[in-house]
């Protein structure tokens, strides 16, 4: 049986918003990144866990401050007690940007293409990484975009970037929607680690949910991860996959087994139901009993296949907040 601490991060993930007063945030900053964007959310630390938590006023949880600790209380009841995180740029101790918040794509859990916002000059990554350093708490540089025109152009722009940001002379990842060529050409300019999404392995949920995205299939993503594992080795390539999009528990073990034998860590995403989206997508966020079991039955295929995920130096799987991490978390 895990322990206490992993079910209540389990619970925490679960849930994934807290009501906090003002005066507790005094001095910390928040998050505004990814799917989700537009929603602000902290990262709370206890037991050695992460967990990142979107403010909302109607959560069942509420934090509060009591004698230089933070306590998250759930039916007025102390449930955990720990710490807020400083967050550099979207996340702790990385520097996480999305380049575009713009897309071409139709994806029904993600409000980008419903907001299309701005697009980063270089000069202003170079600002936000460079303030990041200054802190001395920054370990690694992360990208991800949306597609603002192409998914060419978008690997364009990404390696401009890069190159700029080697000078750091810190870890890169980036997490991008593939192109035919898209790995090596990201390993030649810089980049450590790669992630591209399925966002499902039930084929029938990919076609409903992202529909939008013009012709682009769960084969092409699943060939071209299989390519990045060939350009950058395993432990060093993942993939969100989404839970609570009806999908059913043998469809996860199946896929998680699928894409572990190919060399790719899959991260299992509790889904979030943006207000924007919620009339157009069926999901359920899945209680926190099913990431548990989820996480679990991922940690002992991921020992079976011989990955050691604590080599990974960007991205979610260091970051921890939003998932329960094999390893790090189970």
């Known amino acids: 049986m895990p322990e206490s601490s992993v079910m209540l991060k389990a619970e925490l993930v679960a849930i994934g918003t807290v009501a906090v ?8 900053s928040v998050s505004t990144a990814g799917p989700g964007t537009g929603l602000k959310s902290i990262f709370f630390r206890f037991n050695g866990h992460r967990v990142r938590l979107e403010l909302s006023k109607d959560s ?3 934090m509060v401050s009591a004698n230089g600790a933070v306590i998250i209380l759930k039916d007025g009841r102390e449930l955990v007690r720990g710490e807020l995180e400083q967050i550099l740029a979207h ?3 990385q520097a996480y940007i999305t380049l575009s918040e713009r897309c071409v794509y139709d994806c029904k859990f993600c409000t980008v293409p419903i907001l299309q916002g701005d697009i980063k000059t270089l000069d202003e990554v170079l600002g936000i990484v460079e303030r990041a350093a200054k802190t001395g ?9 949306g597609v603002a025109h192409s998914p060419e152009d978008e690997i364009d722009r990404v390696i401009e970037v890069v190159k700029a940001l080697t000078q750091f002379n810190l870890p890169i990842g980036v997490s991008v929607h593939p192109t035919y060529d898209s790995s090596q050409r990201l390993k030649d300019a810089g980049v450590d680690e790669v992630k591209y999404n399925v966002e499902t392995m039930d084929r029938t949920i990919f076609e409903r949910v992202c529909s939008g995205r013009k012709g682009i299939s769960l084969d092409f993503i699943l060939d071209s991860l299989r390519d990045a594992v060939r350009v950058f080795g395993k432990n060093h390539v993942s993939t969100n996959f989404i839970i609570g999009l009806g999908e059913t528990d043998e469809c996860v073990r199946t896929g998680v ?4 034998k190919m060399g790719v860590i899959p991260i299992l995403r509790p889904i979030t139901i943006p ?3 919620k009339d157009e997508l ?3 966020r899945p209680s926190g009993e099913r990431l548990l079991k989820l996480g679990m039955m991922t940690r002992e295929l991921l020992e079976k296949y011989g990955f050691n995920v604590e080599e ?3 991205m979610c799987l260091p970051c921890t907040g939003c998932d329960l991490t094999p390893v790090r978390d189970i």
């Open 21 to 28: 007063d003002e005066s507790v945030l005094s001095g910390i």
């Open 60 to 62: 069942p949880l509420t």
């Open 91 to 93: 996340c702790p101790e």
């Open 137 to 145: 708490k920054l370990k690694a540089i992360a990208l991800t975009t």
């Open 257 to 260: 087994e699928y894409l572990a």
């Open 275 to 277: 207000q924007l989206r």
């Open 282 to 284: 069926e999901a359920t």
């Open 312 to 314: 990974a130096q960007t």
